[in-house]
């Protein structure tokens, strides 16, 4: 790792302020950064930390959202979101292993965006709305593409706000060695329709599969996915699975995830 | 450089750190608690695990300064007393949970948070909870077969249906 100063704040506004210098980012569980500035990949002068923000932290419901503190940990979210809003929960308890899911956080999955992330296909297939300290975002205009979001230089995820479903599921295909997502795909039915959202799979990253939407709400069951294909194109090709394996596997993990949820 | 204070293993304790030392080099250079391994340095193989305010994190993983004032738990830190093994680390010892033993420190302080959260796992839930801590000689039965027994549980059935 290259050198950086250390600070952490305790209040979000002081956070936003020591995010304002020049070369300063933020760091939450810091799962992912840690191994990224380990391997020279990214030079901050600053790194401000987001752990002893305690206004960060938490899961409440507010109607018919549950409101998740962006520094929640995988964990708290396996814990707390259970009974609320199982779907979130069991995603939760399959990301990384359990020492990194005690450390890894909502808003730092979110705000790295990796294209093979679980989180992101939760906060997309239910339409959930990312706050931040100065705005809200639609899941649909939050991710827009690879490692790449709508949040500005400095800007830090408070919460996320996810409407709770009637039913959903999050079925995995997990990558055995490092865990993450192959492809994972976030099934949510509400009573004004269903949501669908892939992750691991686009080089696009995230993605909401729209075909696979309207005919879950015309059946919602497996077999109405029998005919569907994702194309080809756009898909992720490395050494983990081809373009062709990965859009079937969104075909598999689709039905699988509305099986779960049905 | 900048004086860095934390809670390990039940003692107030201050070494220098820098705002990129990592815990585990900070226990291990700073502090001279070499027992917790680091093993890949990515994340991956959870021989650097210990317990930050009760709960496991890979400690090559975490910033040292992160820590600050966190009560800190590692392997040095899980014997009894009087300086004997734990029931735990005991197990690993009576059903030969270790080769030649590089993993050791981080399975010790996972399977320990297991056996808090879950005082009676069933073999799957050992399986599960370990996904990240990695070995390369045991194969993990006799690790899962440790974690059973210091849990009390009868392992004299366990694997036999496989051999």
């Given at each position: 790792?290259?050198?950086?100063?250390?600070?952490?704040?305790?209040?979000?506004?002081?956070?936003?302020?020591?995010?304002?210098?020049?070369?300063?980012?933020?760091?939450?569980?810091?799962?992912?950064?840690?191994?990224?500035?380990?391997?020279?990949?990214?030079?901050?002068?600053?790194?401000?930390?987001?752990?002893?923000?305690?206004?960060?932290?938490?899961?409440?419901?507010?109607?018919?959202?549950?409101?998740?503190?962006?520094?929640?940990?995988?964990?708290?979210?396996?814990?707390?979101?259970?009974?609320?809003?199982?779907?979130?929960?069991?995603?939760?308890?399959?990301?990384?292993?359990?020492?990194?899911?005690?450390?890894?956080?909502?808003?730092g999955s979110i705000a790295n965006?990796?294209?093979?992330?679980?989180?992101?296909?939760?906060?997309?297939?239910?339409?959930?709305?990312?706050?931040?300290?100065?705005?809200?975002?639609?899941?649909?205009?939050?991710?827009?593409?690879?490692?790449?979001?709508?949040?500005?230089?400095?800007?830090?995820?408070?919460?996320?706000?996810?409407?709770?479903?009637?039913?959903?599921?999050?079925?995995?295909?997990?990558?055995?060695?490092?865990?993450?997502?192959?492809?994972?795909?976030?099934?949510?039915?509400?009573?004004?329709?269903?949501?669908?959202?892939?992750?691991?799979?686009?080089?696009?990253?995230?993605?909401?599969?729209?075909?696979?939407?309207?005919?879950?709400?015309?059946?919602?069951?497996?077999e109405a996915l029998a005919d569907?294909?994702?194309?080809?194109?756009?898909?992720?090709?490395?050494?983990?699975?081809?373009?062709?394996?990965?859009?079937?596997?969104?075909?598999?993990?689709?039905?699988?995830?509305?099986?779960?949820?049905s | 450089m900048t004086r860095l204070?934390?809670?390990?293993?039940?003692?107030?304790?201050?070494?220098?750190?820098?705002?990129?030392?990592?815990?585990?080099?900070?226990?291990?250079?700073?502090?001279?608690?070499?027992?917790?391994?680091?093993?890949?340095?990515?994340?991956?193989?959870?021989?650097?695990?210990?317990?930050?305010?009760?709960?496991?994190?890979?400690?090559?993983?975490?910033?040292?300064?992160?820590?600050?004032?966190?009560?800190?738990?590692?392997?040095?830190?899980?014997?009894?007393?009087?300086?004997?093994?734990?029931?735990?680390?005991?197990?690993?010892?009576?059903?030969?949970?270790?080769?030649?033993?590089?993993?050791?420190?981080?399975?010790?302080?996972?399977?320990?948070?297991?056996?808090?959260?879950?005082?009676?796992?069933?073999?799957?839930?050992?399986?599960?909870?370990?996904?990240?801590?990695?070995?390369?000689?045991?194969?993990?039965?006799?690790?899962?077969?440790?974690?059973?027994?210091?849990?009390?549980?009868?392992?004299?059935?366990?694997?036999?249906?496989?051999?």
């Open positions: 790792m290259y050198a950086f100063d250390f600070v952490k704040p305790s209040s979000i506004d002081d956070a936003v302020k020591a995010l304002s210098a020049e070369g300063a980012q933020p760091i939450a569980g810091g799962q992912t950064l840690i191994p990224t500035l380990k391997a020279r990949l990214n030079a901050p002068e600053t790194l401000v930390s987001l752990t002893g923000i305690a206004e960060l932290k938490g899961v409440c419901r507010d109607g018919d959202v549950l409101v998740i503190g962006a520094g929640t940990s995988h964990a708290a979210v396996a814990r707390d979101a259970a009974a609320e809003f199982p779907g979130l929960a069991a995603l939760a308890l399959q990301i990384g292993d359990p020492a990194v899911r005690n450390r890894g956080t909502l808003g965006n990796d294209p093979a992330a679980c989180y992101p296909a939760a906060v997309l297939a239910t339409g959930a709305t990312v706050v931040t300290d100065r705005r809200e975002i639609a899941a649909d205009d939050f991710f827009q593409g690879m490692f790449t979001t709508a949040l500005e230089e400095g800007e830090i995820v408070t919460s996320v706000r996810f409407p709770i479903p009637e039913v959903s599921a999050y079925a995995k295909f997990a990558q055995p060695a490092s865990r993450f997502a192959l492809t994972g795909v976030f099934v949510a039915k509400f009573a004004e329709g269903v949501r669908v959202a892939v992750t691991g799979a686009s080089e696009d990253g995230v993605f909401r599969w729209t075909e696979a939407e309207e005919a879950l709400v015309r059946s919602f069951a497996p569907l294909r994702v194309p080809d194109g756009g898909m992720i090709n490395d050494l983990h699975g081809t373009p062709a394996y990965r859009a079937h596997l969104v075909g598999v993990m689709t039905r699988r995830a509305v099986k779960a949820a | 204070s934390m809670k390990v293993n039940g003692r107030t304790v201050s070494a220098e750190a820098e705002g990129r030392t990592l815990l585990s080099a900070f226990l291990r250079q700073g502090l001279g608690l070499t027992g917790t391994h680091v093993g890949c340095d990515t994340g991956q193989c959870g021989a650097c695990v210990v317990h930050v305010d009760g709960k496991p994190v890979k400690s090559c993983n975490v910033l040292a300064m992160d820590t600050a004032d966190a009560e800190v738990t590692t392997i040095e830190g899980m014997a009894n007393a009087d300086g004997s093994l734990s029931v735990l680390q005991q197990a690993f010892q009576d059903h030969h949970g270790l080769q030649c033993g590089f993993c050791t420190p981080g399975m010790v302080m996972s399977a320990a948070a297991l056996l808090e959260e879950n005082p009676t796992p069933s073999e799957a839930e050992i399986r599960h909870y370990l996904e990240g801590n990695i070995c390369r000689c045991t194969g993990y039965h006799n690790i899962v077969k440790a974690v059973m027994a210091a849990s009390g549980q009868d392992v004299s059935q366990l694997g036999v249906a496989a051999e």
